[in-house]
């Protein structure tokens, strides 16, 4: 498809549809090395910053919450069987298992952040670390699911959250940003992906 059908395709398209076909179609083969590090960095970041987070009152009490209402049972291994609650290492669901992980990541505000619009890390990690586990998927998987959400995440703080820094001049909408092969690309008019310039704190 031209450069030019593909603009006059996205102009008539919702962008939750245009959204949904960049997530949809991302491949882990297509991720440059710097974004596939930066995303192992996210994973790293969030489960430290947990673990620091995870004997404060509200991690605690999130835990029991979800002791008390979504545990599963027997620890068993695969697809379809849950996910494993952080600290506590109990089977429990994987909405369950997410909320609790991303308590005890938001407890002590370390959280990463990008551009100080959102922070990404603190719902997309612990789902996608949930969701990887309940659903059996691999490490290659985890990291293109977690790319694609935060790419998602922070282009859609960049450009409806009002702010001095997200309303720089020469930033315009790429969501998704495709080569003209259709092909994600992972920049935008600073040359630099979302994923690349979301920090640890």
């Keep these: 498809m031209s450069a030019l059908r593909s603009d006059r395709r996205a102009d008539r398209e919702p962008l939750a ?5 960049f997530v949809a179609s991302l491949r882990f083969e297509e991720l440059p090395p710097t974004v596939v590090d930066k995303a192992k960095a996210f994973v790293n970041h969030a ?3 947990g673990m620091a987070g995870a004997n404060a ?5 999130a835990r029991r919450a979800v002791l008390e209402h979504e545990r599963l049972g027997a620890r068993r291994i695969g697809a379809g069987q849950g996910a494993t609650l952080w600290v ?3 089977r429990v669901t994987r909405p369950g298992a997410a909320f609790a992980s991303g308590v005890a990541v938001a407890v ?3 959280c990463d952040s990008y551009r100080m619009l959102t922070h990404p890390g603190v719902l997309i990690v612990p789902a996608g670390l949930a969701t990887a586990e309940g659903q059996g998927r691999t490490g290659r998987e985890l990291l293109t699911a977690l790319v694609a959400g935060y790419e998602v995440q922070c ?3 960049r450009d409806f959250i009002p702010s001095t820094p997200a309303s720089q001049p020469g930033i315009t909408w ?3 940003s495709l080569n003209s ?3 994600p690309r992972f920049q935008d008019a600073s040359n630099s992906s979302p994923v690349e310039k979301a920090t640890p704190t």
Aim: proline share 7%.
């Design 17 to 21: 549809v245009r959204l949904g076909e």
């Design 47 to 49: 489960v430290t910053v």
């Design 57 to 61: 009152e509200r991690s605690l009490a």
């Design 88 to 90: 506590d290492g109990t």
């Design 108 to 110: 002590n505000n370390q």
């Design 155 to 157: 282009r859609c703080a």
């Design 174 to 176: 790429p969501a998704p």
């Design 181 to 183: 092969n259709g092909s």
